[in-house]
């Protein structure tokens, strides 16, 4: 359901971006942080950008954001957020 845009090696930055936004509003952050050897994941959320979007209304509950995050497999991270991506 989610796009994941991950480069890089070393530790994990994740940006995320609140409505309605797209993984690329954090292009000039992720430019000057990959450049000192972070592993850089931005992803678009359920209906965004070139991900699924599902018909049903039922299908965007915080529940089915969390499990695609957690399908991400992702151990670690640091998270870097704006708006109200703190309540994910």
């Known amino acids: 359901m989610i796009e994941d ?14 409505f309605p936004e797209l993984w ?35 299908a965007y509950t915080i529940f089915h954001i969390i499990g695609d995050l957690d399908a991400l497999r992702l151990d670690r991270v640091f998270l870097v957020d704006h708006n109200r991506v703190r309540a994910l």
């Open 5 to 18: 845009h991950a480069e890089g090696e070393g530790l994990t930055i994740f940006f995320v971006y609140s």
């Open 24 to 58: 690329y509003s954090w292009h000039r952050q992720i430019l000057s942080v990959f450049s000192l050897s972070y592993r850089i994941v931005t992803l678009d959320l359920r209906g965004y950008g070139d991900t699924d979007a599902p018909p049903s209304v039922a």
